[in-house]
């Protein structure tokens, strides 16, 4: 019993890590109805910077600060270079725009801070500490507590100030918040740095975790069934999703990879969303969707 | 003037029906098909065969099976290359297991196969669309890799998982030479594009289009909206098992799973959406360009950098490059170059009058 709570724990704070990468997805899609592929690549980006910014001598906050300004840079660009000249083509563009991008970020990283793997040590050390008589990752809660106090920030955001509210606004409808004098390509660029953001410090948490490397681009896409299970517009959503995700990753690897064989942690999460889709299709906390012809 | 529909009168019904009612279409398709069936042969060398021709042709095809699901019927997917990959191992294994099977006919039961893991994905469909499939097939994607890697007797057990496929023989031809490959892999592809073109302007052409442009409407005016989207689904992992199937023995002819990655899939959305979707041609278009793009990009990048460049550098300036190119090219040409194309006609149509 022990050893199934230990390994439901260790897939709900792993979970938290995939919600992480979902929070970006979710700012993005609510705010512009882009379904932004390239958030995996922004992650790594962002983690790299960080990272090289470090190396090269600046202190910590002063990297997270500069790092951070490369998100900013990076979330101007994408609205002025990719998001304005595509405003009303269909959605499948702006997604295949965001393979592009996706294939653009990798490519500059590349260039910029080579291919290898960086060591990234935050100074918590991934060690576990009893707990109710259950051995829980000091790391993992340090991730889960991140995470958590993000969570609280953004809703405080999206309730309590007045761009939170008018990217709210244009989340529930681009041509009304523009009727009412909401600039939507300021608002754009606003989501897209915020996004950024939130993808650093999902790079800073997963880069401590894994080392810094091009393999965070493929972790990143695991957000996506987190994505599905919680629904597109739902920041709650994504943060429930990543924690049944999380948990039935583990369980599944720990309980059914010894009878159908190992690896499954790769399209397990995938099925499993589909599954519960078939259930309900706008997942857990989506909007229903009312479609008139 | 030169290209004009004007007199042209259909005096019967097969007139009327047939794929190319135009007469300069007519045309330029005989042409077509006397440049690749007898040109390019002649003229033709075993790297232009073996480098160029050959996979240009099967990932045409797969675009093409790919087109059918997104472009037609409005089903985004991430998982043709999963399919391909299907299509390529159970070929292989209906070589290998049964014997005396006419190759192509494995080639058939091969993309039957895929046709059939393709419904059973597609069953998400019944309930999800837009984004929310592409995360459902993307898991088709991650799911058929695992298997194809996983279970060792699709691999006939062998040590590395990679497949060596067998010689094709047909009616006592064997085909070894680029030159025949080449010919083979264009009897498959000529034939499976003229079906694709013929079916989707008929009866469930049109109902695909119906789906994707509304599904609700379509289903207010009588279209049963599940079986085409299953139907759709099913055609389109018909297309791509067949080019996974040519892939494996008529192009590498030893495979390993990692072939048929999300990397290919990607590679084949762009084809379709760079090419145009909705589109026969546009599959054919965009598979060229994005297979002469990597090719043209590592001439001008050995030409300009020459030695004195790290080759790494040039191949991350390649790649964002590439990268740019396609947000480029949504940006200025959402339509796709099929797009460019029809511009082309109606010019011709109208000249020498300007529009």
């Given at each position: 019993m022990t050893f199934f709570i230990e390994v439901l724990v260790a897939g709900l704070l792993a979970g938290v890590m995939y919600s992480l990468v979902a929070l970006g997805f979710v700012l993005i899609y609510k705010a512009s109805g882009v379904f932004n592929f390239a958030q995996g690549a922004m992650v790594l980006f962002a983690a790299l910077s960080f990272v090289n910014f470090h190396a090269w001598g600046a202190p910590f906050w002063l990297a997270l600060v500069l790092a951070m300004g490369v998100m900013v840079v990076l979330a101007l660009l994408v609205e002025r270079l990719v998001l304005r000249p595509l405003a009303n083509q269909p959605a499948m563009s702006l997604f295949m725009a965001t393979i592009g991008l996706t294939i653009v970020i990798e490519g500059v990283g590349q260039l910029i801070f080579g291919s290898k793997t960086h060591r990234l040590d935050l100074?918590?050390?991934?060690v576990p500490i009893e707990m109710l008589g259950v051995g829980i990752s000091k790391f993992d809660l340090f991730a889960a507590a991140v995470a958590g106090s993000l969570v609280l920030a953004l809703v405080l955001f999206f309730n309590r100030t007045a761009t939170g509210r008018a990217l709210r606004a244009v989340a529930d409808d681009h041509q009304a918040a523009m009727s009412i004098g909401i600039p939507l390509t300021r608002m754009w660029r606003y989501v897209w740095a915020l996004s950024g953001g939130v993808a650093l410090i999902a790079g800073l948490l997963w880069g401590s975790r894994?080392?810094?490397?091009?393999g965070l681009v493929v972790v990143a896409l695991k957000a996506l069934p987190v994505l599905i299970l919680g629904g597109f517009t739902s920041i709650a959503g994504a943060i429930v999703g990543g924690l049944i995700i999380g948990a039935a990753e583990k369980l599944a690897e720990v309980y059914l990879g010894g009878v159908i064989g190992g690896g499954i942690e790769n399209w397990f999460p995938y099925v499993l969303a589909m599954l519960f889709l078939i259930a309900?299709?706008?997942?857990?906390?989506g909007e229903r969707r009312i479609e008139r012809v | 003037m030169f290209y004009r529909e004007a007199s042209q009168y259909k005096t019967s019904y097969g007139a009327d029906q047939q794929?190319?009612?135009?007469l300069q279409d007519r045309m330029g398709f005989l042409a077509l098909m006397a440049i690749v069936f007898v040109v390019v042969p002649i003229l033709g060398n075993d790297y232009w065969f073996n480098g160029l021709l050959i996979p240009f042709l099967i990932l045409a095809l797969a675009t093409l099976g790919l087109n059918i699901l997104?472009?037609?019927?409005g089903q985004i997917s991430l998982g043709s290359a999963g399919f391909m990959g299907v299509g390529a191992f159970a070929a292989y294994n209906f070589v290998l297991r049964?014997?005396?099977?006419p190759i192509l006919a494995s080639f058939v039961l091969g993309a039957l196969c895929a046709a059939v893991i393709g419904v059973l994905f597609g069953l998400a469909c019944l309930r999800i669309k837009d984004f929310y499939l592409i995360v459902a097939t993307l898991g088709s994607q991650f799911f058929i890799e695992w298997a194809l890697t996983k279970f060792g007797w699709l691999t006939n057990y062998s040590s590395s998982g990679v497949i060596t496929a067998q010689k094709i023989v047909i009616l006592g031809v064997t085909f070894d030479t680029p030159l025949r490959r080449y010919l083979l892999v264009l009897g498959v592809v000529t034939v499976m594009a003229l079906a694709a073109k013929n079916m989707m302007r008929g009866a469930f052409g049109r109902s695909c289009m119906a789906v994707r442009d509304m599904d609700v409407a379509a289903a207010v005016i009588g279209i049963r909206i599940f079986r085409v989207k299953l139907v759709a689904f099913a055609v389109s992992s018909f297309y791509c098992g067949m080019a996974g199937a040519l892939w494996a023995?008529?192009?590498?002819?030893t495979v390993d799973p990692?072939?048929?990655g999300l990397e290919r899939s990607l590679q084949i959305l762009f084809m379709a959406i760079i090419g145009g979707l909705g589109s026969v041609m546009g599959s054919f278009l965009g598979a060229a360009f994005i297979m002469l793009l990597p090719i043209v990009m590592n001439l001008i990048g050995s030409t300009v950098?020459?030695?004195?460049?790290d080759t790494s550098v040039v191949a991350h300036v390649e790649q964002i490059v590439y990268g740019v190119l396609i947000i480029w090219l949504l940006v200025v040409?959402?339509?796709?170059l099929v797009r460019l194309w029809q511009v082309g006609k109606e010019k011709l149509r109208l000249w020498p009058f300007p529009r």
């Open positions: 100074g918590i050390k991934d894994l080392g810094v490397q091009f309900r299709p706008n997942g857990l906390f | 794929i190319f009612p135009i997104t472009g037609f019927a049964v014997d005396g099977l023995f008529a192009y590498v002819g990692e072939a048929f950098s020459g030695q004195a460049i040409e959402p339509g796709g």
